[in-house]
């Protein structure tokens, strides 16, 4: 099941920072993934109903988010085992552990394709002067998915897709900035806790735990230690490569979420107008840079959610299989996941044809689909830090000198906190909004 830690240490490569940086790359195409509509719509959403207010929620959710995912990393690079995934880890923990968070995060992965196939056939139809209808484009999104997914170097394109995409979305919202102008008091203010009164149809509070589910914890976040694996990141010499490569997708995170959410604040909010749909995110854009913003808004809108489903339609069911063939049998017949028969059937038939459904026209809009998909996120992030804490904090699992210090423990700790939180407080919003 695993092998030796000796024989999976690689040696780092030659040719100082510029070498480092062409050997990053699982980070960002992770970044983008996690990115998709969650950020860009809760952060213009928020912005635009609240102003420079509940920036926190973003900051806290990204400090979640680092310290989540490079524990992950950290045991699959530093495991005493030589295990090769994180799920090997979890399999120690419990037989069934690998089953359950694979099967959790298939289901999961659906919500997220769902919508983000929805956005990208909703961004083409704009961007290609609304020729027959969204659902149309998203069947040319999917396709244009399948193909890429399906390459040899699926990871080298998804990377180069990532990168071009990282670069034109902050120049976007960097001239739009550069038109709106930046608060800075408010900005300050923003950062500070609290929330504030419910005053639209988006409740501050479901707001709140979907950007936390959008950004600081879900099943998306095990994308990335497999996305190592297929970079070929193994042993702890990789560890340092590995937590510049997580900063560098988180940072870019961190620009694109406080760019959208600074435009929503100074156009929308300071007129008194609140987003609802997808049309008010092309309008935001068009108050803040003019007849050119709709266009910079839906080229935005399409590269966030082809970075993402792509990813996801191979990522999420990596998790699944993986899971499937860690707790049966029928492991024992192969070596990886995508060797199995099935996994095209789950990835391209199950990831990327069904969510078709929810880009037709009796589907939920664009907005409600990404709130409420986000929000029932956050579930699964407690489930998957226990185990996550338990594995790296053992002397049993860790290499001595890779178990979790007691700062990190206590860290992991508030993560977990935070996702139970999160989750009671989804739970009573969303029951209040039923009653």
Known sequence: MAKPVEKLELQPKGGGFLETLRSMGPGLVVAFAWLGTGDLVDSSVSGANYGYDLMWVLCLALFCRYFFVNALAKYQLCNRHGDETIFHGFYRVWKGFPIVLGVSAYIMGFVYVSYMIRGAGVALHHLFGQAGNSFLWSLVGVGLAIYVTTRKRQLKALEFIARTACI????????AIWNTGINAEAFIEGLSFG???????????????SIIGAVGGSAANLLYPYLMNDKGWKGPRQRKLQIMDLLTGIVAIIVINLAIWIVAAETMYGQGQVIHNEVDLAAMMAQAVGPIGPVLLWITV????????????????????????????????????????????????????????????FAPNLVTLTIVGNSLAVITAPIIILGIIFMTSRNSMMLPDYVNKWWENLILGIVGCIGLWATYSLLIVLIDKLG
């Open 168 to 175: 034109v979305i902050i120049l976007s919202f960097i001239y």
């Open 195 to 209: 929330i504030p009164a419910n005053n639209d149809a988006f409740g501050a509070l479901l707001i709140a735990v």
């Open 302 to 361: 399409f590269l966030v959610c082809f970075t993402s489903y792509p990813t996801f339609s191979v990522g999420f069911t990596k998790l699944l299989m993986h899971g499937v063939h860690l707790s049966t049998k029928r492991g024992e017949k192969y070596e990886k996941p995508e060797q199995d028969p099935r996994f095209k059937w789950f990835s391209i038939g199950g990831l990327l044809l069904v969510p078709l459904i929810f880009s037709m026209p």
